[in-house]
């Protein structure tokens, strides 16, 4: 079941916090380079959270090259192949997304909107504990089903 590295794709609505929270946490935990996360928006507000900026740097994780970008990027020529969506808003959650090549699995991880310091702290300890329990997956020895319903129980945790 598992490729390396594998391709992670959180979305939601706007890709300004929750997704490049997702993004910038997965990249920063995979320092193996088993994993590679990116992220993106159905209508991309052009630019990251402030907020979510400054809490990854008190993280000490980069925020280099993080953007908001269009969920469209990744079905274009040249996209990286994506293993999983991950929806991490409800809005995005309940939106038609993209076909993209390859059938990759798709899940929901939910977590609110955060608007002030606090809850863009609470956000991004449900994402980080989240992508942990992703992460210590045997990717190699689930089958498609059984993963898919790991990857759903993550989405409750």
Excluded at 31 to 57: E, I, M, T, V, W
Excluded at 66 to 76: I, Y
Aim: with cysteine.
């Amino acid at each position: 079941m598992s490729t390396t590295p594998y391709h992670v794709l959180f979305l939601c609505t706007g890709n300004s916090a929750r997704s490049i929270l997702a993004e910038a946490t997965l990249n920063r935990l995979s320092r193996d380079g088993h994993f590679q996360a990116y992220s993106a928006g159905s209508y991309p507000k052009g630019q990251p959270n402030p907020l979510a900026l400054q809490l990854l740097q008190a993280e000490g994780i980069s925020i280099a090259g993080l953007r908001s970008k269009s969920w469209d990027e990744f079905m274009a020529p040249g996209a990286p192949r994506i293993d999983l969506v991950v929806t991490v808003c409800d809005a995005a959650a309940g939106e038609q997304c993209p076909l993209y090549p390859g059938k990759p699995l798709k899940t929901h991880w939910g977590v609110p909107d955060p608007h002030t310091a606090e809850q863009f702290r609470q956000a991004y300890d449900a994402l980080r504990h989240r992508i942990k329990l992703f992460m210590d997956l045997p990717l190699d020895t689930l089958d498609r089903a059984a993963l898919q319903q790991r990857l759903d129980e993550i989405g409750h945790a």
